[in-house]
């Protein structure tokens, strides 16, 4: 698979799109710790995607990939907790753990379509 760009990157895509959603839907939190941190996992998942690819070498976009992958279901982790708390309703939270669902998928799949030998 190649990409000319990691702006060309499916996984890249659908990660900022979930990064604006997580964004506009906490701006109004008063819990600055739980915002800023659910904030900082959204913004890490593309942006290690993008330094990856940007690395040259299948090996460490594959490390990077997985940081992305653990950073996805740091967000999916905290979505929980967030209706927990009572800070988005049961919808909101599915819908947004069903995007991070998503882009966990097209991240793992990356992972096996430039090392089909990896375990997962």
Same mark, same amino acid.
Do not use: H, P
């Given at each position: ?11 890249? %895509?659908?990660? %900022?799109?979930? #990064? ?6 906490? *701006? ?8 800023? *941190?659910? %904030? ?31 950073? #996805? ?18 919808? *909101?939270s599915e819908e947004l753990i069903n995007k991070s669902n998503e882009v966990g998928k097209i991240i ?6 430039i090392s089909p030998t990896t375990n997962d």
């Open positions: 698979m190649t990409f000319v760009k990691f702006e060309d990157i499916i996984a890249w %895509q659908k990660a %900022q799109d979930l #990064c604006v959603e997580i964004y506009l839907v906490f *701006q109004t939190t008063n819990d600055f710790g739980f915002k800023n *941190q659910i %904030q900082k996992a959204s913004v890490s998942i593309s942006n290690n995607i993008a330094e990856g690819y940007d690395r040259m070498s299948d090996k460490e976009f594959v490390k990077f990939l997985y940081i992305a992958l653990g950073s #996805c279901s740091e967000v999916k982790s905290m979505l929980y907790l967030s209706e927990r708390l009572k800070y988005l309703t049961k919808v *909101q793992r799949g990356l992972i096996k379509s």
